[in-house]
């Protein structure tokens, strides 16, 4: 948008209403629109791609996400790859190469672009290296610094790096605004109350974004202690109580102070922390969101940091109000 007049998606409008919402307000002064295109069934993407008719195609990875409409991530593959047979042929499809199943998409016809740490990538992150304010890495030897955490944003920064400047955008250009970009709200979004930090990460969760998160934290700089309030991951289907597990378990070898889970799914949480060795007096359930906050307040002091992640329906971001209710005079 430095360089162009540009529509963009609202939020996460990337449903049939989101995206007939966000094309509604095209007209013919946009130069590019950028269109996120989600899916939740079976068909969706190519019922949604053949409506944007988009010219560039850009997947950033295939997770663990509506497992319980496609059971396994070979199927999220091919839904997402349906994006690919609806480009044209003159179009250009931009691929995560360090993704395992992305590394071999198939596109007839499409010309496609990889970005990744992987040899042989068109577009080749490197040089990684965290700063105070956020992460320096180098884009085919380009260098470039984002404000924001997390090795999973260096990845879409460069997606979005490799589109622009296949717009034409130049290197300077694109330095400069991947300098001043924000992440929206509820998206590690850092929020301070009464000396503790708070990572809130509560606008959405399936098991690999979980991890992400729990990086984020884990690299976090930290006076005190460190902890997860983690609310329930849906929409996995038959291996849910699986995924809440082997959240819990990440969470036990990976320098969390304590752990409260909040939900219908929490038990499986707790039980993969107290498998993995974190002891009762650290894994916790809670009731209620204001169960929890007066949990943090018994556990936290001045320095600590604290990350909220959880699927929408668990409105995670509902412990933050409860903590920074009881702790306002």
């Known amino acids: 948008s430095s360089r162009y007049k540009v529509l963009k998606s609202v939020k996460s409008y990337n449903n049939i209403r989101g995206l007939s919402l966000t094309l509604f307000d095209l007209d013919p ?13 079976p068909g969706e993407i190519r019922k949604l791609a053949e409506i944007a008719a988009p010219g560039i195609g850009v997947i950033t990875n295939i997770g663990n996400g509506h497992l319980k409409s496609f059971g396994a991530a070979e199927n999220v593959y091919v839904e997402k790859t349906n994006l690919l047979d609806i480009l044209p042929r003159t179009g250009t499809a931009f691929l995560n190469k360090d993704d395992h199943l992305l590394a071999g998409a198939g596109a007839p016809g499409v010309k496609k672009k990889f970005y990744g740490a992987s040899p042989g990538c068109d577009f080749l992150i490197s040089g990684l290296s965290k700063k105070r304010e956020g992460v320096e890495f180098s884009l085919n030897g380009n260098s470039f610094f984002v404000p924001m955490e997390g090795e999973h944003n260096i990845y879409n920064a460069a997606a979005a790096s490799a589109v622009a400047e296949h717009l034409g955008m130049r290197h300077d250009e694109i330095r400069e605004s991947l300098a001043g970009v924000s992440l929206t ?19 959405n969760a399936n098991p690999d974004s979980f991890e992400c998160a729990r990086r984020v934290l884990q690299h976090s700089p930290s006076r005190g202690r460190k902890g997860v309030v983690a609310g329930d991951m849906l929409e996995l289907g038959t291996r849910s109580e699986e995924f809440h597990r082997m959240t819990g378990r990440s969470m036990a070898d990976k320098g969390v102070d304590f752990l409260i889970a909040l939900g219908g799914r929490a038990e499986g949480i707790v039980r993969g922390a107290l498998e993995a060795g974190m002891g009762t007096d650290r894994a916790l359930r809670a009731e209620s969101h204001e169960h929890a906050a007066g949990m943090i307040r018994q556990m936290a002091s001045p320095g600590t940091v604290v990350l909220l992640k959880g699927s929408r329906a668990a409105k995670m971001e509902d412990v933050l109000k409860c903590f920074t209710i009881s702790c306002t005079p």
């Open 185 to 203: 709200e509820m998206r590690l979004e850092k929020v301070s109350v009464n000396g503790v930090l708070f990572i809130n990460d509560a606008y």
């Open 29 to 41: 002064s946009h130069e590019v629109a950028v269109l996120e295109i989600g899916t939740s069934h």
